[in-house]
């Protein structure tokens, strides 16, 4: 099989690879779409430390099942799936508790770091545990399907900041991951949902995709302008899907009191905590980490149109254009969002 290689810190290169087989318990996709990830663009060099060449990357995938292992009941040759990029164990405490994001034993696909080296999607064929597949709506497109993982991250931040009908949210950071949770906000029922970034053609697509107020969120006024847009109170619930020093500041700063951030983006390891913000204005500051079940809803939002993917997808283009998209990626080409790679 084909398949797209990191065969070095910043070097792509579509090889042959056997066709792995399913063992018990497992299944053997042909992948038909899968996204190039900003986690996988940010690991290109090194710098993450959890994209260790050599390695198929690649963990926002559809495609269709080829076979299946022992033990697989539920799923048969021909269906159309999706997955889940998280590999959880079911056993640990944390499985038992629905909490398979937090699995003791995680993995995802398309990674490779100290711990473990789980091979991805960037390729003809894949196979995963057949527990983390999902059956596709039907007349749902690979392509499309392709998306549900980033919207699953974004739906799942905004269920972790309690967003809902009536409340007003702002989203920090109106990358790939910002603009659905824009859209997962309003599909909640909030309002308004302000949208901030320091790039104005991104603030546009917010705005197409239902945003009420945009803010430059490098404009020293920033923070008043969020305050104006929520009555003067500031955002009940605040979405960090950055993961910088400044846009951190900026989220807490606007969240009402009482409010709740939902922190998404990690760029960076570490930021700076305003303490004492926090703690007088009693906000509570949670971590969002990939999602939990939010797949079938995300599925269902894709295919009846309440979360519309297609404006956020610049490419679909064969595997053999992973190295050239990649590289346009990294180097942060204005106006270049989501890639498909058709394997």
């Known amino acids: 099989m084909k398949a797209l290689l990191l065969k070095d810190y910043m070097k792509l290169a579509v090889e042959e690879f056997p066709v792995p087989r399913p063992g018990p318990g497992e299944a053997l996709l042909r992948v038909a779409a899968c996204g190039i990830c900003g986690s996988d663009v940010h690991g290109l060099d090194g710098s993450t430390g959890r994209r260790v060449p050599p390695l198929i990357m690649g963990h926002e995938a559809a495609g269709v099942i080829e076979a299946v292992g022992a033990d697989v009941r539920d799923w048969r040759r021909g269906d159309r799936v999706t ?24 993995r995802v696909l398309g990674v ?15 196979v995963v545990p057949s527990r983390i597949l999902y059956r596709l709506p039907e007349g749902l497109s690979f392509e499309r399907a392709a998306l549900v993982e980033p919207l699953s991250i974004a739906l799942h931040a905004a269920e972790r900041a309690g967003a809902g009908k009536g409340d007003t949210a702002a989203v920090v950071g109106a990358g790939m991951i910002g603009l659905l949770a824009v859209q997962a906000l309003k599909a909640r029922g909030c309002s308004p949902v302000i949208a901030l970034d320091v790039d104005d053609g991104k603030l546009e697509l917010a705005r197409q995709l239902g945003a009420d107020a945009l803010v430059r969120s490098d404009d020293r006024n920033a923070v008043a302008r969020v305050l104006e ?12 899907a950055a993961g910088l020093d400044e846009s951190f500041q900026t989220a807490v700063l606007c969240a009402r009191k009482g409010g709740v ?8 390891s570490t930021v700076g905590f305003p303490l004492q913000v926090v703690v007088t204005r009693e906000l509570s500051v949670l971590g969002s980490c990939a999602s939990r079940g939010e797949y079938p809803e995300c599925l269902e939002m894709i295919a009846d149109g309440r979360v519309d993917v297609d404006v956020l997808t610049s490419a679909v283009a064969p595997l053999e254009e992973g190295p050239a998209y990649f590289d346009r990626l ?7 969002m989501k890639v498909v790679l058709r394997p």
Do not use: M, W
């Open 83 to 106: 997955f889940d990029s998280t590999i959880y164990c079911g056993q640990c405490r944390f499985c038992r508790q629905g909490r398979i994001n937090l699995c003791d034993d995680r």
């Open 330 to 336: 990294y180097r942060k080409e204005p106006g270049l």
């Open 112 to 126: 490779s770091c100290d711990e473990y080296r789980q091979h991805g999607a960037y390729a003809e064929y894949v």
């Open 229 to 240: 847009a929520t009555s003067g109170a500031g955002a009940d619930a605040v979405i960090e």
């Open 261 to 268: 951030l939902a922190l998404i983006g990690n760029l960076k």
